[in-house]
C-alpha cells in the first residue's frame, strides 16, 4: 500500500531564516506530486505541483520553491521566511496519467510558525 | 473555468440529527467530484467520489453524496450525526491541466456537532 510522509510536523522559525520541508510517497512510483498551505480558517492554496522528476511547476508567485530531486521526494524551501508564510503545510500525490477520476492522497501536514 | 462553491462555512448540528453540507460546482465538462474530511491539524482523507455511474455516492463513515447535474450539486449527507463528525469537509472538483491534474477546492465547511 502507498504511504506518505511529511517531516518535520510542526516548526517554528524566525523570520528570515531558511526552510525545507520534505515529503516523500512510498509504495508507488512516478506520482505527480503537490504542495499545499492553509493559512488559519482559510481553505487550499495550492502552491506547487509536479509531474516527474525536476518538473515543477509554480502556482503562485512567491517566497517559496520547489524541488523534486527524486521520483518520490518532494522538497519545499524557502531562503528567508516572511510572517505570512505561516501556516499548514500539506504535501499530496496522486497516481499519474492522463485520467481525472484519481483521487488525491495528503500526508499529515507540518505546521510552520513563523516568529 | 471550473470552480466550487461551499454555502455555509459553519454549520452546526445536534449529535443523531442530520448533515447536510451543500457543494455547487460548475464546469464546462462532464466533472469528477470529490469531498474530503480534515480532522485538527491532520491530512485530508478522501470520504467519497464521483467519476461516472450511479449518481449517490457512498463513502466512509456513513457518509453519502448524490450528484445531480440539473443542479450542478453533489451536496454531502449523513442520516445522523456523530460527535466524531465534527471537522472541516471540503469538496473538489478535478480539473486537466496538460499532463497533470488539479483539484479546485471549495472553501471548507466546519463542522459542529452539539451534544
Known amino acids: 500500500s502507498q504511504t506518505i510522509h511529511q517531516w518535520p510536523a510542526t516548526l517554528v522559525q524566525p523570520v528570515g531564516s531558511p526552510l525545507s520541508l520534505e515529503c516523500t510517497v512510498e509504495?508507488?512510483?512516478?506520482?505527480?506530486l503537490y504542495w499545499y498551505r492553509q493559512a488559519a480558517g482559510r481553505g487550499l492554496q495550492l502552491l506547487f505541483y509536479s509531474v516527474g522528476i525536476g518538473q515543477i511547476s509554480s502556482e503562485v508567485p512567491q517566497n517559496l520553491s520547489a524541488s523534486r530531486p527524486q521520483d518520490r521526494q518532494f522538497i519545499l524551501s524557502s531562503k528567508k521566511l516572511l510572517l505570512s508564510d505561516s501556516g499548514f503545510y500539506l504535501c499530496?500525490?496522486?497516481?499519474?496519467?492522463?485520467?481525472?477520476?484519481?483521487?488525491?492522497?495528503f500526508g499529515p501536514g507540518t505546521r510552520l510558525t513563523v516568529t | 473555468a471550473q470552480s466550487v462553491t461551499q454555502l455555509g462555512s459553519h454549520v452546526s448540528v445536534s449529535e443523531g440529527a442530520l448533515v447536510l453540507l451543500r457543494c455547487n460546482y460548475s464546469?464546462?465538462?462532464?466533472?469528477?467530484l470529490f469531498w474530503y474530511v480534515q480532522y485538527p491539524n491532520q491530512g485530508l482523507q478522501l470520504l467519497l467520489k464521483?467519476?461516472?455511474?450511479a449518481t449517490l455516492v457512498k463513502g466512509i463513515n456513513g457518509f453519502e453524496a448524490e450528484f445531480k447535474k440539473s443542479e450542478t450539486s453533489f451536496h454531502l449527507t449523513k442520516p445522523s450525526a456523530h460527535m466524531s463528525d465534527a471537522a472541516e469537509y471540503f469538496c473538489a472538483v478535478s480539473r486537466s491541466a496538460g499532463n497533470n491534474r488539479k483539484l479546485i477546492w471549495g472553501l471548507g465547511t466546519s463542522l459542529a456537532v452539539n451534544p
Open positions: 464521483y467519476t461516472t455511474g
Open positions: 499530496a500525490w496522486t497516481l499519474s496519467g492522463g485520467s481525472l477520476r484519481y483521487e488525491q492522497y
Open positions: 464546469s464546462s465538462v462532464p466533472p469528477y
Open positions: 509504495g508507488t512510483s512516478n506520482p505527480n
